[in-house]
């Protein structure tokens, strides 16, 4: 298929290929083996989306240290992973989760940002935010982990009624807001309807962005802040890419042509080749109910290498390690008594370690890799937040 040149030629020019269309959709049969002698450690990598289940869950347990959820259980095994920047949806906004189930939005939003910026204050320099050009690392970072604050759904900017006549000054005044105390990104939606746009998990289709929602874009274009198109509707996306003068970037989305859930969460192959014409990144994750799933998600970077390049890649989450193996058990603490096998009982650093190696089985080189798993985020930051 490929003539002579070898799997890691082909993927080396596969972005540029992919752009003029000349690439079929099917995967490659044959496997190259596994040629990295390179670890997580050895690479900048970002998490790009790390939901709050288990925060939110060891703030209900007893002890001292289950007030610092963050400080005390995920940025020990975030280090020791190798991880350098996690990109978490700590502003509050669609996601039940995140507000307990109870909170209305705004309120919601603000404990869970208090939750991490509190939590991070007393991590003693082992944590940070990122929140400037100047704070984007060069690459790996040994001991130390940056936050970049996310919010899963623009629920917590919304007022609450909206109103044409309202100038959009006021209507944008939660956004500059949530910048202000740190907020660097936004996904426009979660799985439902906001006054920004249609969740996808509503309606997948949808209709394009409301009045409101255009200049919620363009105010986190001035700003420099990163335009999250996650969970959001098709036509949504087509107008988010016509508008945003930065790249828009889903964080955790794989592809339908790959994989379903229920709520239909993925996006299709031209929906990623939306994102990245604008200079974009998709982020895949973890596929659960499979044996394989790092064989799973290298496949499907494969596939992305020759739809979009492996410039426009990115890794949302990898699964739950044995600290926290399901949404809502904690290790020491399960809901009911249950043995774990498989990435549910290893270590973050294992979930890496074993994508990484499945990566370079499918062919990719340490430099595509190290896009992948982190680089691209970098790329982007450099671009989009501002100087200081």
């Known amino acids: ?8 030629e082909f993927l080396s020019q596969a972005g540029t290929l992919a752009a003029a269309g000349v690439l079929a959709a099917s995967l490659p049969e044959q496997h190259a083996g596994a040629a990295t002698t390179k670890g997580p450690h050895d690479f900048a990598i970002v998490e790009g989306h790390r939901d709050m289940w288990e925060i939110s869950g060891r703030t209900r347990l007893p002890g001292a240290d289950n007030h610092l959820p963050i400080t005390s259980h995920l940025v020990p095994r ?20 995140e507000r307990d189930d109870t909170q209305d939005l705004l309120e919601g939003g603000l404990r869970v940002l208090d939750l991490y910026l509190t939590d991070i204050a007393q991590s003693k320099g082992m944590a940070s935010l990122l929140l400037t050009k100047s704070d984007i690392p060069s690459g ?31 209507n944008l005044a939660l956004v500059r807001q949530f910048f202000r105390l740190g907020v660097r990104g936004i996904q ?17 289709v949808g209709g394009k962005l409301t009045p409101f929602g255009v200049e919620v874009v363009k105010e986190m274009n001035r700003l420099g802040m990163m335009v999250g198109v996650a969970h959001l509707s098709t036509n949504a996306i087509i107008h988010v890419a016509e508008i945003s003068k930065t790249p828009i970037v889903s964080t955790h989305q794989n592809l339908e042509s790959v994989t379903h859930s229920n709520p239909p969460v993925e996006i299709t192959d031209e ?18 109910n499979t044996a394989t799933p790092y064989t799973k998600l290298a496949q499907e970077v494969e596939y992305l290498c020759k739809l979009i390049g492996p410039e426009h890649i990115g890794v949302g989450w990898l ?15 399960l809901t009911k008594p249950r043995t774990f096998t498989g ?29 992948v798993l982190g680089g691209n985020y970098l790329r982007i930051w450099k671009q989009i937040l501002p100087e200081a």
């Open 140 to 170: 790996p970072t040994r001991g130390k982990v940056k936050f970049f604050i996310d919010m899963e759904g623009a629920g917590a900017i919304q007022s609450s009624q909206p109103e044409p006549m309202i100038p959009k000054e006021r």
């Open 78 to 97: 975030l280090i020791e992973a190798g991880m350098t920047v996690c990109i978490a949806p700590a502003g509050g906004g669609d996601s039940l989760e």
């Open 319 to 333: 699964g739950h390690d044995k600290a926290n193996p399901s949404s809502h058990d904690i290790e020491g603490h």
């Open 271 to 288: 929906e990623a080749k939306i994102i990245a014409k604008t200079g974009g990144i998709v982020g895949i994750r973890y596929h659960s």
């Open 343 to 371: 990435p549910e009982a290893q270590t973050v650093y294992e979930h890496y370690d074993n994508f990484i190696k499945a990566l370079s089985e499918r062919g990719l080189t340490d430099e595509q890799i190290g896009l």
């Open 1 to 8: 298929m490929f003539g002579k040149r070898t799997r890691r």
């Open 188 to 204: 426009l939606t979660h799985n439902g309807r906001n006054q920004v746009a249609d969740g996808r998990g509503v309606d997948k």
